[in-house]
């Protein structure tokens, strides 16, 4: 696609008036895209907070100390970070229908294979392919919200698939905590790696590109294509997109945002049911739904600011990345984390971390929509998501070992929880001076 292109989504003021069903993301049949990118990240994230919840009962089981158990949390980042760019790439050139259907596949056999293994070992090689096949959930959701949802939804669309993020442990937390407590941990892991498989038969039937998508009514076809790039003839990506995005300032300013948010959200999702338990001496069980609740919170909350991140912006103001100032105000209300060392309350300690996570949750959704706001060429997406992702997978890469071994040397939580505070602080600053530009290759705004 040319430089010069101007990648405008925005409908033309000719156009008719689209009807109120077709117009609404609830009532259109789009809204079934959206229910499976939901799904996607719902059984992603069934599968992350599963060994985060048998962590304690495998760590007896086998013997291991905080230490290890950090390292095997962390090798899930490892290969997570480097398959992220590899299937943004895939994403921009062989499409989102099968890299999803090759992904999940991969990591739903990965999630069964944890519950045979026997070793340490065994165990650290599932959770490397489980990695490796995960990472390409956001790479691929961004690019179909891209592709079936106008500007003036983006928001929203974002807010639901990332919203599987949260209500994936939020439902499963308690589940698999009751699973492991009747059957024990291994059956767990097998139960929730195979719904994985539903999920496939079902993207594979159901998804298509809106133009070729037989069961979309034809109102709401030309309604899409009229408002995304998916109207556009399909093109090559640019050659050395990544190198070329790279060489932005904003893609860096949302790179580390992205980082120092997901570093809070992990420490939850990998280690909040360790603490209630360590720290708060709480049953696995009363853990479980300390938990859940939560990620319930974020759920709702998250789906409530994409839809108004949506509202209050113009076509053109999206265009320019105003989306930022919501994001930075969820960012820096997220740091209440920081209060939670100096609450004795098991009350009030689930009220501040439901507001820490579900402030994290909105701001992660808002990045993640600031990215497909400001990254104008829609041939480049993928591999810009691919890359953002990675920013907070880094940092995600060193929640498990840095609080592991945090609470192996002071025998306390209290330093993770003020450095993950001091990381939202630093992720609001690089916001507000690092993301005021447009990621575009235009001679005007390079």
Known sequence: MAQGTNFSVAASPNEPIASAKVGSLWSGKRFYIASLLFLNLFINYVHRINLSVAAPAIARDFGWDA???GILFSSYQWTYCFFLLLWGWMTDRMGTRFVNG???TIW????MLTGVAMSFGGMLTTRL???AGEAASFPTSGKVVRQWFPAS???LATAIFNAGTFAG?????????WLLMKEGWRLSFMLTGSVGFVWVALWLKFFRIPAECKWLPDDERNYILGRTDSGAKPVAPPKGSLMRLMGRKTMWGLFITQGCCAYTMLLFLFWLPSYLVQSRHMSLVKAGWFTSVP????VFLGLLVGKFSDMILTGESVRQGKRRTLLMVFILLSAIVLVTNAVGNEYVLLVLISISLACISSALSLNIALTNDLVWNPEMVGTAMGFLILGGNIFGSLVPIVTGYIVKWTGSFDIAF????FLLVVAALICFTMTRRPVSFEPSLA
């Open 67 to 69: 230490g290890k158990m």
């Open 102 to 104: 090759l992904s999940v």
């Open 108 to 111: 739903s056999i990965a999630g």
């Open 129 to 131: 392919v489980l990695g």
């Open 153 to 155: 939804e983006r928001g």
């Open 169 to 177: 442990p939020a439902v499963s937390a308690p589940f698999v905590a």
């Open 295 to 298: 990620y319930i919170v974020a």
């Open 418 to 421: 003020y450095l993950a505070g």
